[in-house]
């Protein structure tokens, strides 16, 4: 039996490869990757004392922006931009610093700091003012929603298809494999959908989650995510024959997301070994998009990066995953090497 | 019309799957295609529906919207009804309104699914799963059906239902062309189609079969060389290819199965010596 076991084990190279890997996996994540504690803060300093106070400041405060010319509003829109953790604004006493909310572990970080220096300097944390965890999470959370159903959902409900024998049915219908594609997603498009805007409502009437910026550019964000996260789903289905390996496979994809997407331990806090992974990661960008969008009010002119590297992603997996799905439909396609269809009843010759 | 693959071969990998295999299949005939497992039926029938690609050869072939099959699994969505998976593969082919209505509720009738209409495909029976494949893939009235051992696995009963929808689909003009190993069923086909280790043993009708078989076949308790015997129920078959039978043997009148085995047989017995 034991013998029996093993050869199976060893001929299972996907749960060969998730025994092996995931131990070591979450080995170097919570070894480099889970630590709450920012060791420095982007810092900006404005006002006409910029310079003086700049030099004053500890090295904890990685001063980044000085602007003598620079207003408290130049500060607020740094801080939206999520170009820094804490801005001072000089030219008045106390001086006044302004803490990046959104970014929990940072402002936390920068409040204990900051306390230290008693009445010389004026505290405000903006967009999360109490600092509480779940202002943070759900937007988060919203990403990993989506993740969740674009990727495992779809990914066995395409690998169903091909289990089931139905998708070699397909593939000899005169259907084309983008219209299959197409119906097999749309249904998983629409329920993510309706599931973030849930989850999104539920965030704000239950947590009082604040809901700042545009909600067409939160819906075009969402929208390009989920494409990335559709793409993932096929791509998973044509890599696994059973329902089993499809979630499997999909666990490799979400489990790095949970943990190194900076959703649950600040990626300014990893080790630059694996912080490199979390900038890889679809949910990574997406969170930087909810969280400025709902909490900080941030446009998307000031998101452009996280829009664009996402639409990149969006672009290459969901073309790469389709493209792949259609091979599996049409394996003697006019594109197929071996083998032509034409229209009408033919002599077809392969060699 | 008459459909075909010529001198098709197939490799997966280094096994060869059809070695240069050519069958014909005219308009309103059933061509069976029997062999044991990995003879190659799949194969050839996945060749001429285009899902497999050919190493060499050609096919002919009609063009999808004319081309009905019924794959070796379910055939059908387990979630859906019997109803809304006729609907949905009709869509496909572009049936709608009355006409569809028409020939969902002629094709249920004949498929004896009417009283099942409305249950979902998960809850039929083998046979009546297969029968829905079956109906299907003759919605759209194909000029060429191709069935992938529509009857393995099913009550006798719902064996003599398919069989019969077969005959009627060949009757109604199109090419039928039906993988099996049932060799009783095959017998009915008015052209056969031997396949061992992809290659052709013969093909011809059963009585072609029948008149083309060379050799002896005997009964006995106790054969003479093992490797030329099989069992058949209570006793043993033997099978003299060229010598004869030593004196004494009972000599028996070959039927399909004794033909398919002992040429099955022969050419395993060549190779190895």
Redesign the interface.
């Known amino acids: 039996m034991i013998v029996k076991e093993f050869r199976e084990l060893v001929r299972d190279r996907r749960t060969l490869g998730l025994l092996i890997m995931m131990p070591l996996l979450l080995l170097v994540i919570f070894g480099y990757a889970a630590n709450f504690y920012v060791s420095s803060l982007k810092t900006a300093v404005v006002g006409p004392q910029a310079t003086q106070v700049a030099a004053t400041l500890p090295s904890f405060f990685d001063v980044t922006v000085t602007q003598p010319s620079g207003t408290k509003a130049d500060a607020e829109t740094l801080l939206q931009d999520n170009k820094v953790d804490v801005a001072f604004v000089t030219g008045q006493t106390p001086v006044l610093a302004l803490v990046n909310g959104s970014n929990l572990f940072a402002a936390q970080s920068a409040v204990a700091a900051l306390n230290k220096a008693g009445d010389k300097v004026k505290t405000q944390v903006l967009y999360n003012p109490d600092l509480k965890t779940s202002w943070v999470m759900i937007p988060a959370i919203i990403g990993l929603i989506l993740t969740f159903i674009g990727t495992i959902i779809t990914s066995i409900g395409m690998v169903r298809e091909r289990e089931a024998g139905t998708l070699e049915q397909l593939a000899v219908m005169p259907i084309k494999p983008s219209r299959v594609i197409l119906g097999k997603i749309a249904p998983y498009f629409l329920v993510a959908s309706v599931d973030m805007v849930i989850v999104t409502v539920l965030g704000i009437v239950l947590f009082g989650v604040p809901f700042n910026g545009n909600p067409l550019a939160f819906a075009l964000g969402a929208a390009i995510f989920l494409f990335v996260t559709l793409g993932l789903g096929v791509f998973i289905s044509t890599i696994s024959q059973t329902a089993g390996q499809a979630i499997q496979t999909a666990f490799f994809f979400l489990l790095p997301q949970i943990l190194l997407s900076g959703m649950i331990f600040p990626l300014e806090a990893m080790a630059a070994g694996v912080r490199w992974i979390g900038y890889l990661l679809p949910l990574t960008y997406f969170t930087m998009i909810s969280q400025g969008i709902m909490l900080r009010g941030a446009p998307i002119s000031s998101l452009w990066l996280p829009f664009v590297v996402l639409t990149v992603m969006a672009l290459v997996v969901f073309t790469g995953a389709t493209l792949r799905f259609r091979r599996d439909l049409a394996p003697g396609s006019p594109a197929s090497p071996t083998r032509k269809r034409p229209a009408a009843a033919e002599t077809v010759s392969a060699a | ?1 008459t ?1 075909s693959v010529r001198s098709a071969t197939v490799r997966f990998g280094h096994v060869l799957a059809l070695d240069d295999v050519t069958v014909e299949v005219p308009a309103g005939s059933v061509v069976a295609v029997v062999g044991g497992d990995g003879a190659g039926k799949s194969t050839l029938l996945r060749a001429l ?19 009905g ?1 019924l ?8 979630a859906l009804t019997v109803t809304q998976n006729i609907d949905f ?1 009709a869509g ?2 572009g049936l709608a309104g009355d006409e569809l209505t028409a020939r969902r509720r002629e094709l249920l009738d004949r498929a004896s699914l009417t009283p099942a209409a409305d249950r979902l495909a998960a809850q039929l029976s083998g046979g009546m799963r297969r029968k829905l494949g079956f109906v ?1 893939a003759i919605v759209h009235r194909p ?1 060429l059906l191709i069935l992938d051992e529509p009857s393995t696995g099913i009550d006798p009963v719902s064996r003599i239902d398919l069989w019969r929808l077969a005959s009627e689909a060949a009757a109604s003009g199109a090419a039928v062309l039906m993988s099996t190993t049932y060799l009783d069923e095959a017998e009915r086909a008015a052209h056969l189609v031997v396949l061992d280790d992809g290659k052709i043993l013969v093909q011809g009708s059963y009585d072609q079969v029948r008149a083309g078989f060379a050799g002896v076949v005997t009964q006995t308790a106790e054969p003479v060389r093992a490797e030329w015997a099989w069992r058949r129920g209570r006793v043993q078959r033997e099978y003299w290819p060229s010598a004869g039978p030593p004196p004494g043997a009972t000599t028996v009148a070959p039927d399909l199965e004794d033909i398919v085995i002992a040429l099955s047989l022969a050419r395993r017995n060549a190779v190895l010596s």
């Open positions: 019309m459909y529906v285009g899902e497999v690609a050919l190493d060499s050869g050609t096919v002919e072939a009609p063009p999808k919207q004319r081309l099959y794959p070796a699994s379910s055939g059908s969505w387990a593969v496909i082919y299907m000029e």
